[in-house]
């Protein structure tokens, strides 16, 4: 058989790549979990044994292997095709590959022997002998890998956590410092004490459908929060105390025709359905570990107000967006002046729109009702950002109207800003306007691939024009921030908070908080 090891060259082409990738160098740890997916995956969908090379769908008789390929069929049956009926002739051909579809001709030849064929050539078998010395190591690889891979896949088999749920985690360790007016009143005097606090969160994320996601999300912590009365410089992984296990949010996703529906029973928020056209620059990370420092920072306070029970639905239609959202504070409790419609609450309306690759524009409209004052809080009655006056107004009905937009300057620069103002009406005491403002600036892959350098400066919700009780003076809060990748789980983020009159007093007061935030990410 003088084309022998030219068929057997093409055969071995058509080698499953389950097994051609698991005859590869031995991976390393990083790469083990892709290896075996891809292992799973192939082994889903098993090459067939051709009994014809005319059953190849990519092979014709004009082809200058085709009678090669038709002797190893009709003479050894050692083919084996792609379940599409292709045999993908051209593709590259690696040792390993030609050992095993050398050792699959063969287990084939050995068959026929044992069978007492009588077509199998002497020079065949002698042309095989050489072969198996030349590929003995490659085949005692490719056994050994084979086997090591099925006993990890049956592992995961036995011990995997859930075909429907996947569980992540986030660890927060926070080492925080204040300086200067961190109190009402304060006569620069710093009366607080540096902190090392945590924060950890377990999200279990189920599919019952594929295209749903329930998340179950349980949290603890105790870190409480240097911010000044009021909320202005309150970061995003403060305001636990006691390390007390809690769910801290229920919720559901699920499609409704061509809109993405939103169903929470605890913990809602209004960014968690609408988009807040602010996250590209690396401000806003939706964990409150791994962009900035605070809330005021992350996104506008807009999104702050209203969150706990309620639905939402987002309809994305190209370069346009539309959100539509309630949620409540108390929307579980029974009482009087509580449950889903008669307690604490905020309605939104947004439209974005999508003006290219690069730039992006939100309107956004808020009705709420506030019967503890602090309107900025996600509806958990602790501000989260704004003064003192504007979080304690009292029991206020307030429309709130908004914008904010991002453009990337390029690929890894961007600018955010955005710009809102409340009309408080306040029950049984003086109506007021609130605003606020701020521009963000982010610079990814800053120094190192995940790296993120951070700068914003704002204007926190204060209560501005006729009712100001500032006597002028504008809050104004400045931050900055590094994050560094120490690698995909692990991440290190000094800053920098830099408060001016963050009380509305009419005396100069000023606060700084420094911190070291490191996350972990499982």
């Known amino acids: 058989m003088t084309t022998f090891w030219k068929s057997l060259s ?13 005859a ?53 049956n050692c083919i084996v095709g792609y379940p599409d009926g292709t045999f993908r002739g051209n593709r590259p051909l690696s040792r390993y590959e030609f050992a095993a579809g050398l050792n699959a001709c063969m287990q084939s030849i050995e068959r026929l022997i044992v069978g007492g064929g009588t077509d199998v050539d002497a020079a065949d078998i002698t042309r095989l002998r050489r072969l198996v010395e030349e590929f003995e190591a490659e085949l005692a690889t490719l056994g050994a890998r084979v086997d090591d891979i099925e006993g990890r896949v049956e592992f995961l088999e036995d011990n995997q956590f859930s075909t429907t749920t996947k569980l992540s985690g986030e660890v927060v360790f926070g080492l925080t410092d204040s300086f200067g007016d961190t109190r009402a ?79 929470a029973a605890a913990g809602g928020l209004q960014s968690d359905y609408t988009s807040t056209t602010f996250g590209a620059n690396g401000l806003e990370d939706y964990t409150g570990a791994s962009g900035s420092l605070t809330f005021q920072a992350a996104s506008s306070p807009i999104y702050l107000i209203g969150g706990g029970a ?119 005491g003086t109506d007021a306007e609130i605003w606020s403002y701020g521009l963000g600036v982010g610079f990814s892959d800053f120094g190192k691939e995940g790296n993120v350098l951070g700068l914003f400066a704002g204007v926190p919700p204060y209560v501005g024009g006729s009712n100001a009780t500032n006597g002028g003076k504008t809050p104004l809060q400045i931050e900055g921030f590094y994050k560094y990748q120490l690698n995909d789980s692990i991440s290190i983020t000094p800053g920098v908070i830099w408060l001016s009159n963050p009380n509305e007093s009419s005396t100069d007061e000023d606060a700084i908080i420094g911190t070291v935030r490191t996350t972990f990410k499982f």
Not at 10 to 22: D, E, F, K, N
Not at 29 to 41: C, E, F, H, P, R
Not at 227 to 243: C, M, S, V, W
């Open 310 to 428: 309620g639905f939402g639905l987002n309809f994305p239609a190209g370069p346009v967006d539309i959100s539509l959202g309630y949620l409540a504070d108390e929307g579980a409790s029974p009482t009087s002046g509580n449950g889903l419609f008669n307690g604490q609450y905020g309605a939104l309306a947004q439209i974005a729109f999508n003006l290219g690759e690069r730039a992006s524009l939100g309107v956004t409209y808020v009705n709420s009702y506030h019967d503890s004052g602090a309107i900025y809080d996600f509806g958990g009655g602790g501000a989260l950002a704004g003064t003192l006056a504007a979080n304690s107004l009292g029991v206020v009905e307030g429309n709130t109207y908004g914008v904010q937009g991002k453009f990337d300057l390029t690929q890894k620069v961007s600018l955010a800003a955005y710009g809102m103002m409340t009309d408080a009406n306040v029950v049984g």
């Open 24 to 76: 590869q160098a031995a991976p390393n740890d990083s790469a083990i979990l892709d290896q075996l997916n891809s292992y799973s995956q192939e082994g889903q969908a098993s090459q067939g044994q051709v009994n014809s090379v005319f059953q190849l769908r990519d092979v014709a008789p004009s082809d200058w292997a085709f009678d090669a390929l038709r002797n190893l069929v009709e003479k050894y």
């Open 10 to 22: 093409i055969a071995s082409a058509a080698l499953s790549v389950t097994v051609a990738g698991a």
């Open 185 to 263: 009143g304060g006569t620069d005097t710093d009366d607080t004490e540096a902190t090392f606090a945590d924060r950890v969160r377990l999200t279990l994320s189920t599919s019952f459908t594929g295209k749903d996601t329930l998340i179950t999300r349980l949290t603890a912590g105790n870190a409480t929060t240097f911010a000044p009365a009021g909320g202005i410089g309150f970061q995003t992984y403060e305001g636990l105390a006691g390390n007390n296990v809690g769910i801290d949010w229920l919720a559901y996703y699920f499609p409704i025709k061509k809109a993405n529906a939103y169903l």
